[in-house]
């Protein structure tokens, strides 16, 4: 299974396509972002710019790593017949599940070390030594509604379908969860609904981090009840799809 | 025209004793399995013994990729169980000895042929050596090659790789040969035997007879979804008829006609009469000497769809 794991995020890295939509962007918007509001003063979260945007965009690129690694790329695979083909060996579809949402968590990392190396290169964005690592490993783990997110869509669509809703789902939970503008200039039922989004609560997990205090529990909460939502979901439409199409 | 199942008991191996049954490597008993009204298999029984080749033989829509399907426990029968080396199909036992080639079996997109198998090399818990796989799927060199970056051929190669590597004691081959020219072909058996030599279980799939005939040492013809004959590849060819000759005729009557050499059975439409053979050359020597009227001769292969087809009749009338 750590075979199988290491390949699944062996061939993400391989395809330059998906590293440059999934670190290129959030490292071009970081720079763009911070330099055209870096000099506004500190903004709602309490933190300078550079570095309140500097969260966001990391949380942005993970998110949508995750995404892009899990839903996309499952749809291509039933697709081609290799889902298939690897249900026919031991390794046990509870595993493979497994394999695949780690793997696609993993894939968060590669926009968060990008998105921090250019602030703190390009912008001089600097914190106390063990913010770093602990905002990497926050933003990765809290990834995780997203990598099952993905698993539901790449069981209910296929191939280009998939790719698209990924897309849709990633541009709106990022405009909604503020990870583009804060949520505050947004009308107020739109902030309503935005204080739910999973993407919301990940930033808010960075901010947290990056203003010195600890984490807040419900973040976390609200993160782990869309995981556990999501799971239950991609279990659902699987037993479903499997039973239609066997 | 009639059709006479092969003898019981000499050659067909699915009769066994009770005592043997733990050991076969297959045990098919009673499946049905429906596709909304289209009933894909119906009641369908087969044993097959450790160390067999056997070819599942049929024409399309006959059941074929349905059965195997459920062979591999990728798809449940409606009715009826599946054995394989005495493991629910589909059970994790059952697929850490079961090695198979599908039809849609794709592979791992992105990856290098080499990186693929040495990762499914490491599912098994006994497999064989990466070189050697290697060999006999006629891989090397392409191991460096991404996997979907590769020609038809060398995509049949690597998914015959795939289903190896476990060193499985039944392998699963649905129409493995589908995709190749006749030299490739070729080799694909030649790296069968080998893989046979060892005592392990083959059971493929395929349209052509001819095939069934070179590779299988048991071959199993099924139409509709039902097992229309059982027996050696000779049993199923002598049965069958593989040409046809067709002639004109004054005299009327056809009487005695299937008993001429070669022969295996007559039938006439006005005055043509169209004979079934195994063996044409015999037949038509035999033909001239005792019909001299018989004129408009022509000799054909017979296709197969049709000889299921007047199998399946004669079962059903």
């Known amino acids: 299974m750590i075979k199988y794991l290491a390949l699944e995020i062996r061939r993400s890295l391989r395809d330059r396509r998906y590293l440059l939509l999934v670190a290129g962007w959030p490292v071009a918007a970081y720079l763009l972002f911070s330099t055209v509001f870096g000099a506004a003063a500190d903004r709602s979260e309490g933190l300078p710019p550079t570095v309140a945007i500097m969260v966001a965009m990391a949380s942005f690129g993970a998110m949508g790593g995750v995404l892009m690694a899990s839903g996309p790329r499952l749809a291509m695979d039933r697709q081609m017949g290799w889902l298939r083909q690897l249900r026919l060996t031991p390794l046990s579809p509870a595993r493979i599940l497994a394999a695949r949402l780690v793997a696609a968590m993993a894939l968060s990392l590669p926009a968060i070390v990008l998105t921090f190396v250019t602030a703190a290169l390009v912008k001089g964005v600097s914190l106390p030594i063990w913010e770093w690592p602990m905002l990497v490993l926050l933003i990765a783990a809290g990834c995780l509604p997203f990598a099952a997110i993905g698993i539901v869509v790449g069981t209910i669509a296929d191939g280009d379908g998939a790719q698209g809703l990924t897309m849709v789902l990633y541009l709106v939970l990022a405009a909604l969860g503020g990870l583009w503008m804060p949520v505050q200039i947004l009308p107020s039922p739109l902030q309503t609904v935005a204080r739910t989004l999973p993407s919301y609560h990940l930033a808010q997990l960075g901010w947290h981090i990056a203003r010195g205090v600890a984490p807040a529990l419900g973040d976390g909460l609200v993160l782990l009840a869309w995981f556990a939502g999501a799971a239950l979901l991609a279990v659902a439409v699987s037993r479903r799809l499997t039973l239609r199409t066997a | 025209m009639t059709y006479h199942p092969p003898a019981t008991g000499a050659?067909?191996?699915?009769?066994?004793?009770?005592?043997?049954?733990?050991?076969?490597?297959?045990?098919?008993?009673?499946?049905?399995?429906?596709?909304?009204?289209?009933?894909?298999?119906?009641?369908?029984?087969?044993?097959?013994?450790?160390?067999?080749?056997?070819?599942?033989?049929?024409?399309?829509?006959?059941?074929?990729?349905?059965?195997?399907?459920?062979?591999?426990?990728?798809?449940?029968?409606?009715?009826?169980?599946?054995?394989?080396?005495?493991?629910?199909?589909?059970?994790?036992?059952?697929?850490?000895?079961?090695?198979?080639?599908?039809?849609?079996?794709?592979?791992?997109?992105?990856?290098?042929?080499?990186?693929?198998?040495?990762?499914?090399?490491?599912?098994?818990?006994?497999?064989?050596?990466?070189?050697?796989?290697?060999?006999?799927?006629?891989?090397?060199?392409?191991?460096?090659?991404?996997?979907?970056?590769?020609?038809?051929?060398?995509?049949?190669?690597?998914?015959?790789?795939?289903?190896?590597?476990?060193?499985?004691?039944?392998?699963?081959?649905?129409?493995?040969?589908?995709?190749?020219?006749?030299?490739?072909?070729?080799?694909?058996?030649?790296?069968?035997?080998?893989?046979?030599?060892?005592?392990?279980?083959?059971?493929?799939?395929?349209?052509?007879?001819?095939?069934?005939?070179?590779?299988?040492?048991?071959?199993?013809?099924?139409?509709?979804?039902?097992?229309?004959?059982?027996?050696?590849?000779?049993?199923?060819?002598?049965?069958?008829?593989?040409?046809?000759?067709?002639?004109?005729?004054?005299?009327?009557?056809?009487?005695?006609?299937?008993?001429?050499?070669?022969?295996?059975?007559?039938?006439?439409?006005?005055?043509?009469?169209?004979?079934?053979?195994?063996?044409?050359?015999?037949?038509?020597?035999?033909?001239?000497?005792?019909?001299?009227?018989?004129?408009?001769?022509?000799?054909?292969?017979?296709?197969?769809?049709?000889?299921?087809?007047?199998?399946?009749?004669?079962?059903?009338?």
């Open chain 2, 11 to 317: 050659h067909i191996p699915s009769l066994v004793p009770p005592d043997d049954i733990a050991e076969c490597a297959v045990r098919v008993d009673a499946v049905t399995r429906r596709f909304g009204p289209v009933l894909a298999v119906d009641n369908l029984s087969l044993t097959v013994e450790p160390g067999q080749t056997l070819a599942l033989l049929g024409p399309n829509g006959a059941g074929k990729t349905t059965t195997i399907s459920m062979l591999l426990g990728l798809s449940a029968p409606d009715a009826g169980s599946i054995e394989v080396f005495g493991a629910a199909a589909g059970s994790p036992a059952a697929r850490a000895g079961v090695g198979a080639m599908l039809q849609d079996g794709g592979m791992m997109p992105g990856v290098l042929v080499g990186e693929l198998l040495a990762m499914v090399r490491t599912l098994y818990a006994a497999p064989l050596a990466h070189d050697e796989v290697v060999e006999v799927a006629q891989l090397r060199g392409l191991e460096k090659r991404r996997v979907d970056r590769l020609s038809g051929g060398q995509s049949q190669r690597l998914r015959l790789a795939v289903a190896l590597i476990g060193d499985p004691r039944l392998l699963i081959l649905d129409e493995p040969t589908a995709a190749m020219d006749v030299e490739t072909r070729r080799g694909f058996w030649h790296a069968m035997e080998g893989f046979t030599a060892r005592g392990r279980t083959i059971l493929f799939s395929t349209h052509y007879l001819e095939e069934a005939d070179v590779a299988a040492d048991r071959v199993v013809m099924m139409a509709r979804g039902r097992v229309v004959a059982d027996g050696t590849p000779q049993a199923i060819k002598d049965s069958v008829g593989l040409r046809v000759i067709r002639f004109s005729t004054i005299h009327a009557g056809i009487t005695g006609l299937d008993a001429l050499p070669g022969a295996v059975s007559a039938t006439q439409h006005g005055n043509r009469v169209e004979l079934r053979c195994n063996d044409s050359d015999s037949a038509l020597r035999a033909l001239i000497a005792t019909r001299p009227d018989a004129h408009d001769i022509e000799v054909a292969g017979i296709a197969l769809e049709d000889a299921f087809i007047t199998i399946t009749d004669g079962i059903a009338a």
